[in-house]
C-alpha cells in the first residue's frame, strides 16, 4: 500500500503522528469504451467552447458561476485557503458507537503510525479500548474539511470519514403514512422465516457474481471469439429475472418458508423412508419367496404381495389367512400374477410347508409368519 496523506492526530496535547492509507480498493474489472465499427479507442478531449482548442490539464482552472457570473479560482488561491493546509486530525469528542448512523460512513482509511516511537500512537488506541469509545475528529483531505469517525480494527486506529448531517437526505414517502394492519399470524410467519435465515455474518462467504460471470465471458470471448454463445456460455438459465409476479403476502411468506425447511427436511424425510422400507422389508419378509417364486414384476404383483406380508405379520394368525383368502375369492382377478402370488400365499401345503420349515426359506423373519399361518389353517 501506498499512503494518500501524512498528518498527525492532536489528542490534546498529545500529538500522533501518521501515515493514512485507504483501507477499501475497487476488484470490479476495467473496461473501457470503443467504437463498435472498428474497435477503435474512444478518448475524451477537454476543448474550449469559446476557442475551439484542446487545453492541457495544467491549464484548466475550476470557477464557480452564480447568476451569470463566473468567479476562476486558481490553484493557489485554493491552496490559500487555511483548512487545505492543515495535516492535523483533532479530536473533538468521544461518543459511544452506537449513536453514529452507519449511513453517515463514507470512506475507510488505515491509520499507520509515522515515528520512530508508536507509544503516543498505542495510548490512543488503548484509550479508545478501556473507554469503549469512538473518537469524533475533524480534517481536511482533498480540498475538503471532513467529519471523521477514529476506531478500532484489528489493533490498527481506522479513520472514517463521515457525511455531514446535511449531505444525508430526509426520507419522505407518502405511502408509508398509509395505516397499514399486519396480522398476527403475518407476524409470526415473517419472524419464523428470519429465524431460519438467520446466521453470523462471514463476508467471505459471499462472492460478486457478476464479476465473477463477466470475467467467465471474457475468457470466452477471447477463447471463441465473434462466435461465442452467450446461452452456452452461462447456461440455460441465463438472462432469466423475476418475473414481478405480484402473489399474496402470506402465501409469499409461505413458500419462502418452505422453501428453506425443504432442504434440511428432505434429507430427513428421504433417510425416514430409506428406514420405513427396511423395516417393512424385515416385517414383510415372507411375502418375498412369493414373489420370487411367480417372477412377476408387474405392479399388481408387487401389491398382492405386500398385502400378503403385510397380513402375514400381524399377530392374529386366523385373520389374516382368512382376509387372504376371502379376497383371493372376492376379487377375481384376472391378473395371472395377482392369482399366483394369492394362490401360492393361501395354498395350505406350498405355503404353510415352506414357511414351517425355517431352513427351507432360508431367512428367521419368514419363519414366524409361517408358523401362525399353519396354527391357523389346522381347522381348515
Known amino acids: ?42 478518448r475524451y478531449q477537454r476543448r474550449c467552447e469559446v476557442c475551439g482548442e484542446v487545453v492541457d490539464y495544467s491549464d484548466i482552472e475550476k470557477a464557480f458561476e452564480e447568476d451569470g457570473r463566473t468567479v476562476v479560482l486558481s490553484k493557489d488561491e485554493l491552496k490559500s485557503i487555511p483548512a487545505e493546509n492543515s495535516h492535523e486530525i483533532e479530536v473533538v469528542q468521544f461518543v459511544p ?10 470512506k475507510s482509511y488505515y491509520l499507520e503510525p509515522d515515528s520512530k516511537s508508536p507509544k503516543a500512537y498505542v495510548l490512543l488506541r488503548r484509550a479508545l479500548e478501556d473507554t469503549d469509545r469512538v473518537a469524533i475528529v475533524q480534517f481536511a483531505l482533498r480540498e475538503k474539511t471532513r467529519l471523521g469517525a477514529l476506531r478500532i480494527k484489528d489493533d490498527v486506529l481506522v479513520l472514517q470519514s463521515l457525511l455531514w448531517p446535511d449531505e444525508v437526505r430526509e426520507a419522505s414517502f407518502p405511502s408509508l403514512e398509509a395505516d397499514i394492519r399486519i396480522s398476527a399470524q403475518e407476524r409470526d410467519m415473517s419472524a419464523a422465516l428470519v429465524e431460519s435465515m438467520a446466521a453470523d455474518f462471514e463476508p467471505a462467504s459471499f462472492t460478486d457474481e457478476y464479476q465473477v460471470q463477466l470475467r467467465q465471458l471474457i475468457d470466452a470471448k477471447l477463447e471463441q471469439g465473434e462466435s461465442l454463445d452467450t446461452e452456452e456460455t452461462f447456461g440455460a438459465e441465463a438472462g432469466e429475472g423475476g418475473k414481478g409476479e405480484v402473489i399474496d403476502l402470506m402465501e409469499a411468506l409461505k413458500r419462502s418458508l418452505d422453501r ?3 432442504g434440511g427436511e428432505s434429507a430427513s424425510a428421504g433417510g425416514d423412508s430409506d428406514d420405513e422400507a427396511e423395516a417393512g422389508d424385515e416385517e414383510t419378509g415372507a411375502a418375498k419367496p412369493a414373489r420370487k417364486a411367480s417372477g412377476a414384476k408387474t405392479s399388481a404383483s408387487r401389491t398382492a404381495a405386500a398385502k400378503t406380508g403385510t397380513d402375514d405379520a400381524k399377530p392374529a394368525g386366523r385373520s389374516s389367512a382368512k382376509s387372504t383368502s376371502t379376497s383371493a375369492k372376492s376379487t377375481g382377478s384376472k391378473s395371472t400374477a395377482s392369482k399366483s402370488s394369492a394362490a401360492k400365499s393361501t395354498a395350505p401345503k406350498s405355503s404353510a410347508a415352506k414357511s414351517s420349515d425355517t431352513k427351507a426359506s432360508g431367512t428367521k423373519a419368514e419363519a414366524k409368519p409361517a408358523a401362525k399361518t399353519t396354527r391357523a389353517r389346522k381347522p381348515a
Open 1 to 42: 500500500m501506498r499512503a494518500i496523506w501524512k498528518g498527525a492526530i492532536a489528542f490534546g496535547l498529545v500529538n500522533v503522528p501518521v501515515k493514512v492509507y485507504s483501507a477499501t480498493e475497487d476488484h470490479d474489472i476495467s473496461l473501457h469504451q470503443v467504437h463498435n465499427a472498428d474497435g477503435g479507442r474512444i
Open 260 to 262: 428453506k425447511r425443504g
Open 97 to 106: 458507537s452506537e449513536q453514529l448512523e452507519p449511513m453517515m460512513f463514507e
